[in-house]
């Protein structure tokens, strides 16, 4: 994908500094009003295009603890070649011992069962013959058995990678995705996502909702968000038709792949971006491009970026199973708040300070029994810090947020 465009330069941190704080409207959280289910956060690993994480850098990117990214879905390629199926494997049965999901996404089927066609300009098109759909359906079964056989359980099997920006890959059209889907994924032995388009556009899922067929075939509608306005992130026809199906977004890099992951402010737009995901397009998974990347959560020394920081402060906290529940999403201006409810009465509250000034934020616990809560920071200098302890009085604790940082608050 190409570079996103880059952001404006920063007010500078010492004036940042001198802003005075300023208090915010209550941000009520309410556990007992519920919305999706989350199954992780998450990134790419691609071994023949830019070598596999190293031992150490799996349990940085799927570890847990302090340091560590907390990463529970790991996205994978299915090579078009059954030779290159074990590149990644060593790195996606780490993920599964560290409590990950997997993925597999291919780009293109085998060559035999590729044609090629004129595009608008592009004279060697490829895409998928009819003849061999059935034949592709068994290839996405193999490699699901070969990995099972190797130690690791796909959650899910993508169609196609990107099969509206496939220049360098195989195309598919709409009609295409659900013809598939309606003659051929039923044989497909997981969990079956499509259709992964780089810009969420709607033109190629909608036809898959509107598919009944189709659409029983089908098991996590996935999107990609590339330059995908805020304002597209909503989904009214899948919460219409969508009962019993995920929504997931697979694949992102934000704002760009230009500038270093270590960029501040810049990377707290990473922060919003997730807030955004959850919150107004009510995706259940978040998987990021390459874990190992200089403009990714991980740099290429095996360290936390910026950037990573802001996605741990939900992948650690936010773990598979937990669901999303009613929260103040905006308090006040540059502030971004979401809330999840974990096992037992454990809650997480995620805020994003986004603004020049402190905020001096109320929190009001709902159907809550929390008397305290731990807390963590990344600002400039610090990430995903261990803060001291809160107390809850009569369901409400009162805490400031610095400029320009990002807060996760778990009850107890």
Known sequence: MGALPVLAAATPAAAASRAATVSAAAAVIDASVQRQTIRGFGGMTHAAWIGDLTAAQRDTAFGTGE???????LRIPVPENQADWGRDVATARRAIELGATVIA???????????????GSQTNA?????DMYGAYAQHLNDFTTYLRNNGVNLYGISVQNEPDYAHDWTWWTPTEMVRFLRENAGSIGTRVIAPESFQYLKNMSDPILNDPAALANVDIIGAHLYGTSFANFPYPLFKQKGAGKELWMTEVYYPNSSDSADLWPQALDVGEHIHRAMVEAEFQAYIWWYIRRGYGPMREDGQISKRGANMAHFARFV???YVRIEATASPASNVYVSAYRGGGSTVVIVAINKGTSSVSQQFTLRNSAASRVSSWLTDASRNVAPQSGTGVSNGSFTVTLPARSVMTFVTA
Not at 126 to 130: K, N, Q, T, V
């Open 67 to 73: 340091g560590r990214l907390g990463f529970s879905v």
């Open 105 to 119: 996404s291919p780009w293109n089927p085998p060559a035999r069962m590729v044609e090629t066609f004129v595009r």
């Open 126 to 130: 490829r895409r998928l013959r009819y």
């Open 319 to 321: 773990r598979p199973g």
